[in-house]
């Protein structure tokens, strides 16, 4: 697996174990949730590959922010059109 689209998915699991941790006590653990997220990860990071639009010069860390944010924004765009 190209690294690009392992840090996508590393970021997508973070923001969804964060997502459930800032919610413990209120909601129980989805899973369906957990895995769609992680499938969101891993389309962008696919989609980062395919269109060498790897995040090269930065470190690890700098990728895994970039992609979250990467994953929220895609994410919050696909809960926006499936409310329509």
Known sequence: MP???AVAILAAIIFAA?????SVGT??????KFVAT???GAVVGAVMYAGSGSITE???TEQVA???GIVVLVEN????????
């Open 3 to 5: 690294i690009t689209i």
């Open 18 to 22: 964060s997502g459930y941790f800032k």
């Open 27 to 32: 909601e129980n653990f989805d899973i369906q």
């Open 38 to 40: 992680i499938a969101v």
């Open 58 to 60: 930065l470190t690890v």
């Open 66 to 68: 970039a992609y979250a």
């Open 77 to 84: 765009i696909i809960k926006a059109i499936l409310r329509l």
